[in-house]
């Protein structure tokens, strides 16, 4: 009788150690006989299915719980009869699966069959996991900020639609940046840019076919998969749709912002068969309706791919040219309208290449500051000027032009101050020459910079004035040394009245904030009484001379003393000499 009390103690104690198990489970367990009768369950799986106490008990039937389910909306399955047939089935076999059940839960289930027959079944709410884990596929998929498409789902989007492309239909690829999109950063913040672009994504979603995939691939630039082209003509209206809802102004806080977009368009299979060679073709587009003016789209075309391979090697060259010497100044003076004599001269760069001969600023310029690489140039631009200025007579200035570009180097007062001091130049006989996009990129910091090499003695010059839209506004916050009139109204200035008009305006306005103005591209003599009629101090153009080497120019007009005369004086054209 005492070993039967110990093995009932034990017993008593295994039960109890089962029964805290059970009601601690994270899943709900249910156990049933041969004939499918209840044989025990924890509370889990009651709160599961919200079941009541009547029907938790030892003996229930499992008919009797589905029953129970279905009629309080708590099943899975396409009808309830279907259901009650799957869950009734004998289980003969271990099972495990998800039902999403109609109140919208998952509920994970895995049924073991038990000696005897029985089984016994776990069931687990996975409802919170699956949502994490769509979440977590969705933001792989998806850009954080805008919520498009991201560059990893578009390339597989653009994947499927090379694969319709190689069954014979049209597909186009537009690849798209904003333009101006940097001004807004520069002028409302980047918190105002992220709501711009959070915008354009809205606004693009609204003009998608169902069909299409809009997404965005990075920084201000996004991607449009066009499917079921009947031609390029349908990419067409696409393009202009996107340039028409990005170019309305947007509301951004209560500012209004504008941009743009330009698109480049490669259509398949015309174009490539592999969403490499598309993606390819349409960057190659879109770098063509930039350069073309932006606000407009661009169909790839086979000659771009010559011209980006011309590109490429041209900037291989840039590098090679600044180390093997092939860069040179010209020197083009700057002359005194009443005296005239020379004040100074500007330094333009000429880049002699090895193989094909002079190349235009207008061509390695604009493609030295789209890669940065005018940064070093600019510095090789800036000391050698100063080196050559050191020798000329002590009254001359010499003129150097600075690209944004070369604001963004935060030493660039330093390497100023270091070059003038290699040169043994005085700081006022130096000035840079901005135009007015140095002050519209970061105009802060930038007019900082400025403030602190005007602060050392360097003179500061605004080019190409009256050819943007805020110069007044800049002439209010930066006391400029002189304003150059830009060449567009000397050109006209005989013919348009208005032209003169506006000459005669800028001069005044000059003079009356204590500034020196110089006329750029004056060609003739008309064009130079003009100029001087209308109150400018100074002139720059072939009339005088052409830029010159710098032997040349010293020998021509520095080495003489008084007054230098131009050579077109004697009725030689400038150009000629």
């Known amino acids: 009788m005492a070993e039967l009390d110990r093995h009932k103690a034990d017993l008593s104690e295994q039960i109890k150690r089962f029964d805290v198990a059970l009601e601690n489970m994270s899943q709900g367990l249910a156990m049933y006989d041969a004939n499918q009768r209840l044989l025990v369950c924890n509370k889990k799986f009651a709160q599961l299915y919200r079941l009541p106490p009547e029907l938790v008990q030892p003996g229930v039937t499992l008919r009797q719980i589905v029953a129970y389910r279905i009629a309080n909306g708590i099943y899975a399955g396409a009808s309830p009869e279907e259901y009650m047939s799957e869950r009734t089935a004998p289980v003969v076999a271990a099972s495990d699966t998800v039902h999403e059940l109609s109140d919208g839960r998952a509920i994970a289930i895995a049924r073991r069959p038990m000696a005897g027959g029985g089984w016994v079944t776990t069931h687990e709410d996975i409802t919170e996991r699956r949502r994490a884990e769509a979440r977590i596929a969705h933001m792989a998929r998806h850009d954080v ?12 989007r653009l994947e499927q639609a090379v694969a319709c492309a190689k069954r014979g239909e049209l597909v186009a690829i537009h690849v798209f940046d904003l333009d101006r999109f940097k001004s807004v950063n520069d002028t409302l913040g980047h918190l105002a840019g992220d709501k711009l672009l959070k915008c354009v994504g809205e606004r693009l979603r609204a003009v998608m076919r169902e069909t299409d995939s ?6 201000d630039e996004f991607a449009i998969v066009q499917v079921a082209l009947r031609g390029p003509a349908d990419a067409s209206v696409m393009a202009e749709r996107v340039i028409e809802t990005i170019s309305t102004p947007f509301d951004i806080d209560g500012h209004q912002a504008m941009v743009g977009a330009s698109v480049g368009i490669a259509i398949g299979p015309i174009d490539g068969d592999t969403s490499e060679q598309l993606m390819r073709n349409a960057d190659l587009a879109l770098y063509r309706a930039k350069s073309d003016g932006r606000g407009t789209y661009r169909f790839f075309e086979a000659a771009m791919d010559a011209q980006m391979r011309t590109r490429r090697a041209m900037e291989a060259d840039l590098q090679k040219g600044l180390a093997n010497g092939e860069f040179v100044l010209h020197y083009q003076p700057l002359v005194d309208l009443n005296t005239n004599e020379i004040t100074g001269c500007e330094a333009l760069i000429r880049w002699f ?4 001969g002079l190349v235009s600023p207008a ?31 002590a ?9 944004p570009a070369q604001f963004r180097n935060s030493q660039l007062a330093s390497l100023i101050v270091s070059a003038l001091g290699a040169a043994g130049l005085a700081p006022e006989r130096l000035e840079l ?28 010059a605004l080019d190409d004035f009256g050819s943007g839209y805020s110069s007044l506004a800049y002439l209010q916050k930066f006391p400029f040394d002189r304003i150059k009139i830009d060449r567009c109204f000397v050109r006209d200035i ?15 306005m000059a003079n009356g904030l204590g500034m020196a103005t110089t006329a750029e591209g004056v060609e003739t003599e008309e064009q130079r009484a003009a100029v001087l009629s209308e109150g400018c101090s100074e002139m720059q153009g072939y009339l005088f001379s052409r830029a010159l080497p710098a032997s040349e120019l010293e020998r021509l007009f520095l080495r003489r003393s008084g007054p230098a005369t131009s050579p077109s004086v004697s009725g030689k054209p400038a150009t000629a000499a």
């Open 145 to 156: 900020l805008t919520d498009l498409p991201n560059r990893a789902c578009l390339a597989e």
């Open 214 to 219: 809009v997404a965005r691939i990075g920084g």
């Open 353 to 356: 290449h090895p193989e094909r």
């Open 363 to 393: 061509e390695f310029v604009p493609l030295a500051e789209e890669n940065g690489f005018i940064v070093a140039l600019g510095e090789w631009v800036i000391r050698q000027a100063c080196l050559t200025a050191a020798g000329w007579p």
């Open 395 to 403: 009254q001359l200035k010499v003129s150097v032009n600075l690209s």
């Open 433 to 460: 020459e901005i135009t007015e996009s140095v002050l519209l990129a970061n105009s802060e910091a930038n007019l900082s910079t400025l403030t602190q090499l005007r602060t050392l003695g360097v003179r500061i």
């Open 494 to 508: 005989g013919a348009s009245a208005s032209a003169r008009n506006i000459v005669r305006a800028m001069a005044a």
